[in-house]
């Protein structure tokens, strides 16, 4: 038995010298392999990267601009708008990069806990509001006006709307009117609640393919515009202020003028990364191009942030002068 | 609620004296007659009522009670900072889990300290799960576990596999601390078994969105309220099924202990573990499965891992990414499972084999440490084996060919399957849907309650009546009769292919082979996954909510019934063949009722398990509770609804779950 196990033995020690004669790069030997230098300076600077393609492109590229030209560690966090905001008071979320609105969460957190403050606009101007597929625009032009939506209703019916047109919403954070606008505009439809944006853009994407009659609930800019370019219905025009019950809204969205938030200590830090995001300002256009690239090519955040980064190194170059 | 927990129960059940049965079948008949006589009275009831009192509420609409759960949620997160509860006791759990995450974390997926990589390597990882598995149960499974691990660095997400599985492993690990000594003392205690069990029924049925935000404000975004989370959903299945195989260590062998003068410490020590410990270990396999469920759950608060890979994929609706990635979690799921039901077993096993190997067991595991340390030594030592190498080619090729996959099947089935949505909508769904949500309340809830007498008795309709009191109670009462209706219809064709394939697996030992591992990928596939070509297929609708569910659901209710056919004894199915009967007359009249009490699990499980997808079935068009428990997620003005929303889930789960485990035990005696 003893002879056995000092065979095995030696057999082992052999594996084991030659594996380790025939080696290779060791861990720690190449400065490639290190990567992560950051400087004291800029220190760790924690991103909320909210769920929506949109968001990812403004978050890919500031991350990307943090990381390689003012040598901050970036840390990207997956959250939903609501626990990205509540991340600001227990110090674990530094900056929301592309707030809609939500004048609730700023009610909450910049007014009353103090734990946020505004960071101005990023340029990019949000739009909301009902669309149809191209198709259906097309076929027929007139659609585009609400008036004639009840005249179209029948065509919208589906198995889930009883008996009424359906109007398709999605992802419930995401700001909406709909039920009230339904009844307000007193329309022959009912607000079907897809309950994600992936369901609602699958809808519309079959809806094109198949020329099935859907509209629905969808915003600008999103990356799936430049796949399928839906069209926007011309609801009452908004005035300021016809907003202001919510049960009695009977206009379209305004324009939200996307902006940043950030941390209360965040702003008071001095971290080059807050300046950063101060500045950062980009357009709609800017941003359809980094999420085409992530969401249609299929390239990682940080290189489609690279790719247009190198290709805009003016706009970039005023964000951190 | 658990799928292992039940059935030992049930077999339990029948060990004891059996009744003679000689009314049996009048009085079922008569049962049945009452049930049909209560559904009429109701469609009755319902055409002159139809509309009135029906307590619907608007999607945006609150009552008081949404709006205190509210306020307290916010005065949770104004006064954190300064709360002593916070400083001393959260902050200091989080603290310990935190670490306990990290340090799992730096040794097989994060880089640690100044090395850009994890201490242990791919080649260590690999090495140690192959010589763990063996250690523990067999080389079979040691290969499996070797092979499977080398897959998930060929899919190109070794980094990603290895964060799941750190917190998997931590989440298991704390969720035992706390399972198997509360498992023991529920074992040993009756009246602490009586207070675990609605607690644990809570902790599995209140879905996971309800207490993943309030987490965030306890223990703070990241792995501890990640691990913690999971905790929640894992424990429960280890402490019931620890309680379980202590409680049914046969009595006559502890008297016999008892009366050698052991004490009481002696006898759980030598007695009651010994004798309980494979059953204990299956505990542990079924706690572990149930925390890769939650891996994609996680992923909204920030857990790193697979199941980011796949909610981040799915924004941009990449549905071979999310496969891939899927396909992951599905083969850590399958070695997981393998190891430890061969590990349960091994004991048995290997004294049953007296195999000569036995005797070098010994060294052969020194020798095998030993190769394994190596190992490790050289995953921390080299990059070539500590970085996985290539650049998952064979994941993309995966990702490809589901996109082909779906594609294919969205261009070429959506006129059918559309054809089929239509049907069971308008024929069965609304219908019901319509007779539940515009009958009056306390219509339904009489007739809820009269049927739980029938079938269930007086403590089932006591139960039920308290249901239906709480349901109304949360505001959300319509919302939850529309969750009803599409529950029953799911489980209503659960069960349907659970009988098809149940009885063909229960009759064909080749067929259950054959199908089991496509019914363990159903499982632990992340639902979001098939998520999108199902979206494709059916639309946003109640229907392709209902389709998900019956994807997990249907898996355990087709193994239950597949066991239970099998238990048939063989004699019986000889002896009716003798008399000449036919296989379809085998199967009606033999083998199905004699799994009764099987079929009656099948449907408990079933619809347990089709109740935990309802706030899935919210993500894609069902509307209802699954869809306030999201808005509640998402929104703080809708919080407190979303709360109420999963209260009501657990409501409806306890209440069928207590309807049919007592009309199980009616059948069975």
Redesign the interface.
């Known amino acids: 038995m003893a002879r056995h196990w000092r065979a095995g033995a030696a057999g082992l020690a052999v594996l084991g010298l030659t594996l380790t004669a025939c080696g290779g790069a060791k861990v720690g030997d190449s400065s490639e392999a290190g990567g992560s230098g950051s400087s004291g300076k800029c220190g760790t600077f924690n991103l909320a990267v909210n769920p929506w393609v949109g968001y990812e492109a403004d978050a890919a590229v500031v991350a990307y601009v943090a990381e390689h030209d003012l040598k901050c560690k970036v840390t990207k966090k997956d959250l939903k708008e609501e626990i990205a905001w509540q991340g600001f008071g227990t110090g674990e979320v530094d900056t929301v990069l592309e707030n809609w609105g939500h004048d609730d969460l700023k009610k909450k957190y910049i007014t009353q806990q103090k734990t946020a403050v505004e960071a101005g606009s990023t340029g990019n101007k949000g739009i909301i509001g009902w669309y149809v597929p191209p198709w259906l625009a097309k076929a027929h032009p007139d659609i585009k006006d609400w008036k004639n939506l009840d005249k179209y209703a029948a065509k919208f019916k589906t198995s889930e709307s009883g008996g009424k047109g359906q109007l398709l919403d999605g992802d419930p954070s995401y700001v909406t009117n709909d039920e009230a606008l339904v009844k307000n505009l007193k329309l022959d439809f009912k607000v079907v609640y897809a309950g994600s944006e992936t369901a609602l853009i699958q809808a519309y994407r079959n809806a094109e393919k198949n020329k099935q009659w859907v509209i629905g609930y969808f915003y600008e800019p999103q990356w799936f515009l430049s796949e399928v370019p839906l069209v926007k219905v011309d609801l009452p025009a908004y005035k300021t202020g016809c907003d202001a019950d919510p049960a009695k809204v009977a206009c379209d969205y305004p324009v939200y003028d996307l902006d940043k938030i950030v941390s209360a200590k965040f702003a008071r830090s001095g971290s080059p990364a807050y300046d950063l995001v101060k500045k950062f300002n980009w357009t709609n256009d800017d941003q359809n191009t980094v999420a085409k690239y992530i969401a249609v090519d299929k390239m990682t955040p940080d290189a489609a942030a690279k790719k247009w980064v190198e290709a805009n190194r003016g706009k970039v170059d005023a964000w951190i002068k | 609620m658990t799928v292992a927990m039940e059935k030992p129960e049930t077999s339990g059940e029948a060990q004891q004296p059996v009744p003679p049965p000689p009314a049996a079948p009048v009085r079922r008949i008569s049962r049945s007659m009452v049930v049909g006589a209560i559904l009429v009275v109701w469609l009755l009831a319902f055409a002159l009522l139809r509309g009135r009192q029906t307590l619907s509420l608007?999607?945006?609409d609150l009552t008081d009670l949404h709006r205190w759960l509210n306020d307290v949620n916010?005065s949770i997160?104004?006064n954190?900072?300064s709360n002593p509860l916070f400083l001393y006791f959260f902050n200091e759990i989080r603290l310990v889990i935190d670490n306990l995450v990290t340090f799992v974390q730096d040794l097989i997926s994060q880089?640690s300290g100044?090395?850009?990589?994890p201490q242990i390597g791919w080649l260590g990882v690999v090495g140690l799960a192959g010589y763990v598995s063996w250690a523990v149960a067999n080389w079979r499974v040691a290969l499996l576990a070797v092979a499977g691990f080398t897959f998930l660095g060929l899919q190109g997400l070794w980094q990603e596999s290895m964060d799941t599985l750190a917190l998997t492993l931590s989440a298991v690990l704390v969720a035992l601390l706390f399972a198997l000594p509360l498992g023991v003392w529920a074992g040993l205690s009756e009246r602490a078994n009586r207070i675990a069990t609605p607690i644990l029924d809570f902790m599995q049925t209140m879905p996971t969105f309800v207490y993943l935000?309030p987490l965030?404000?306890f223990f703070?975004?990241?792995g501890a309220s990640a691990t913690i989370a999971t905790v929640i959903y894992a424990a429960p299945p280890a402490l019931r099924i620890t309680a379980h195989a202590i409680r049914s260590v046969p009595a006559t062998t502890v008297e016999a202990a008892d009366s050698l003068g052991a004490t009481r410490r002696q006898s759980l020590l030598k007695v009651l573990l010994p004798m309980s410990k494979r059953t204990v270990v299956m505990g542990v396999n079924q706690t572990i499965m149930a925390a890769l469920a939650m891996v994609t759950i996680a992923?909204?608060?920030?857990a790193p891992g697979l199941g980011?890979t796949v909610?981040?994929a799915?924004?941009?609706?990449?549905v071979g990414?999310a496969f891939n990635a899927g396909l992951a979690i599905v083969v850590m799921a399958i070695v997981l499972d393998r190891v430890t039901t061969a590990a349960s077993g091994r004991a048995e096993a290997a004294r049953r084999s007296g195999n000569p190997l036995l005797?070098?067991r010994r060294?052969?595991l020194?020798?095998g440490g030993?190769?394994a340390a190596?190992l490790v030594y050289?995953s921390?030592?080299?990059?070539?084996a500590?970085e996985f190498p290539g650049d998952g080619g064979t994941g993309s090729t995966i990702a490809k060919a589901a996109d082909n996959v779906t594609t294919w099947a969205?261009d070429n089935l959506?006129g059918l399957t559309n054809g089929f949505?239509?049907v069971i909508?308008?024929g069965l769904l609304?219908p019901f849907q319509t007779l539940l949500t515009d009958s009056p309340w306390w219509l339904v809830g009489a007739a809820l309650i009269g049927i739980a007498v029938v079938l269930g008795g007086w403590r089932a309709g006591i139960t039920t009546a308290v249901c239906v009191g709480l349901l109304v109670a949360t505001g959300v009462w319509s919302d939850g009769m529309t969750t009803l209706a599409s529950t029953v219809v799911a489980t209503v064709l659960v069960m349907l292919l659970g009988m098809v394939f149940g009885v063909w697996m229960g009759r064909s030992a080749l067929v259950d082979r054959l199908v089991r591992p496509t019914l363990d990928a159903a499982q632990v596939m992340p639902p979001f996954v098939y998520?999108?070509p199902f979206?494709?297929l059916f639309?946003?609708?109640?229907?392709t909510a209902i389709v998900a569910a019956i994807v997990y659901a249907a898996p355990v209710a087709i193994k239950i019934i597949a066991d239970g056919v099998r238990t048939v004894p063989a004699t019986t199915v000889e002896a009716a063949t003798s008399t000449g009967c036919n296989t379809w007359q085998i199967i009606t009249k033999v083998q199905l009722p004699m799994a009764r009490s099987a079929l009656t699990l099948a449907t408990n499980q079933g619809l347990i398990y089709v109740l935990s997808m309802v706030v899935v079935g919210?993500?894609?068009?069902?509307?209802a509770l699954?869809?306030d428990v999201?808005?509640g997620?998402?929104?703080?003005?809708?919080y407190g609804k979303g709360l109420a929303a999963g209260l009501a889930i657990v409501l409806l789960g306890v209440m069928f779950d207590r309807i049919t485990q007592a009309a199980a035990r009616r059948t069975t005696n």
Request: charged share 15%.
């Open positions: 608007a999607a945006a916010d997160g104004a954190r900072n880089p100044d090395r850009p990589v935000a965030t404000l703070l975004i990241g992923a909204l608060i920030d980011k909610v981040q799915l924004q941009s609706l990449d990414t005797k070098w060294h052969l020194v020798a030993a190769v190596v050289l921390h030592t080299y990059l070539w500590a969205q959506s949505r239509d909508t308008n609304n998520l999108v979206l494709a639309g946003a609708t109640r229907f919210g993500l894609v068009g069902a509307g699954g869809y999201v808005a997620f998402s929104q703080g003005q809708l």
